[in-house]
């Protein structure tokens, strides 16, 4: 794995609206797999609160916990991405 995609799946996992199935489609790598990613590249406290946050209901990373009026992985506001690629405005 590069180190643009280890980056871009920590940032994925960062935000509370992509699920880890998002996760898993573009990537291929599992849940437990994004788990021990989080753990090895993150400070202790950094992943702590990750998880914590991730546990607490406040995140929506799994599908079957969301909304079913939540249809999307990203937000409106949020730029395209594509195959890792961020586009430009």
């Given at each position: 794995?590069?180190?643009?995609?280890?980056?871009?799946?920590?940032?994925?996992?960062?935000?509370?609206?992509?699920?880890?199935?998002?996760?898993?489609?573009?990537f291929?790598?599992?849940?437990?797999?994004?788990?021990?990613?989080?753990?090895?590249?993150?400070?202790?406290?950094?992943?702590?609160?990750?998880?914590?946050?991730?546990?607490?209901?406040?995140?929506?990373?799994?599908?079957?916990?969301?909304?079913?009026?939540?249809?999307?992985?990203?937000?409106?506001?949020?730029?395209?991405?594509?195959m890792?690629?961020?586009?430009?405005?």
């Amino acid at each position: 794995m590069t180190a643009e995609e280890t980056d871009r799946i920590i940032e994925m996992a960062w935000e509370d609206r992509t699920p880890f199935e998002a996760i898993e489609a573009q990537f291929g790598i599992s849940e437990n797999s994004v788990i021990r990613l989080m753990r090895g590249e993150l400070k202790r406290s950094s992943f702590n609160l990750w998880r914590k946050r991730v546990n607490s209901g406040v995140s929506q990373k799994h599908l079957l916990k969301r909304d079913s009026a939540i249809n999307r992985f990203k937000s409106k506001m949020q730029r395209a991405v594509t195959m890792n690629v961020i586009s430009k405005r």
